[in-house]
């Protein structure tokens, strides 16, 4: 029950008081009560809407943050006491920072939580810590009471570590070193970028068993892991996907045969996915998988809202109404261990039209030797692993090099 909330003071003389002492009772029981008031439990995309902001450093401009399409489905994944591990395989381009940054205040504002953020590299835990989660603690209004430090080069506010008060901490942590996964316990731990970082952390471990350890003994332990995917086969994103009870998938209805679909890049050969026209490669549209009706992205983002994400098993759908539901939409326990995938073609910030052309301009580079731009669309714009037996052997080469080193 918020102060709000609190039911007025039942003054049964009402006629014998005039409003203004009436009021300042009320004021006063209200402020009396104040400090046993909780909040009432929200959902992460829920609180984000209410709190979140992009601030002017990380965004084009300074604003209150509103999700795309798809973004709630993954920010309640990452809130929800009832799921354990949160895995997201992406591409670039959808949000997937801001998501993550959005569920650090929220550990430590709403669920009061200690938690760990490691990045691939120390200086990439040290560049994340400077250009968006400082600016965020500095925009987001809620942390303000919660974190005196702000602003102040104290002990409470390093590069590494977050104090918030009521001894919630944030470690920030690079990968590379196996003593950056000991010695700290908390309840929610987090990778960023996990295929950037080594398969094996200095001859110990892998750091999803290393970082799943600091959860122990956790009430609610949450584990989330967010990455574009690298090379098949020596992916850590991929390895966990493949792990998942629920792996999610956004679908749209269609508008000529009202069936679900997800947005697929398809094939030459495939009747469903992305087509355009040859002469034209600015005409792009996307085939429906049952009726290969097309639709166009302005067509998409007018449906978006109302998609859902579906599990490939078909047993767990969650859609805009935000609630788990069975396969006859009946509200249902989510899966402890759930993986989402998403990529390019789903995010309102890229077009059609340039995913298209990024792909035609690599597949050209590709005829010339060069498969340097063609990995780096499957990675950072389809969202899926590169396969192929020459860069996989030279990537296994320079991971191993490094891991023993
Ligand atoms: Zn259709």
Partial sequence: MGARDLPDFPLTDVDAINEETRTAIAKAIRSGFSPLAVEPPMSLSRWAEEHFYLSAESSQTQQRWVPFPYQPGILDAMGDDRIVEVDVLKSARVGYTKML?????????HKKRNQALWQPTDSDSDSFCKTE?????????????????LGKKSKENTLKLKAFSGSRLLHLLGATAAKNFRRITVASAKLDEVDGMDLVIERSADPVTLSRKRLEGATFPKHILGSTPRIKGLSHIEGRVLKAQARMVYQV???????????????KDKSFGFKWDKENPSDVWHQCHHCCGKIRQADYLRIAGEGAWVSECGVWRFGADRVWRNSAGLPTTPPKHVAFKIWTAYSPQATWEEIVSEFLAAMVARHTGNKGPLMGWINETLGETWEDDEAEKLEADAIQARAEG
Wanted: aromatic share 8%; net charge negative; hydrophobic share 40%.
């Fill in 133 to 149: 989660l400082e600016p965020m603690l500095r925009d987001v209004k809620v942390m303000r009471k919660i974190f005196p430090a």
């Fill in 101 to 109: 940054l959005a569920s650090i205040p929220y550990d430590a504002h």
């Fill in 253 to 267: 209805t269609c508008p000529h045969c009202e069936a679900d679909h997800p947005l697929s890049w398809g094939g």
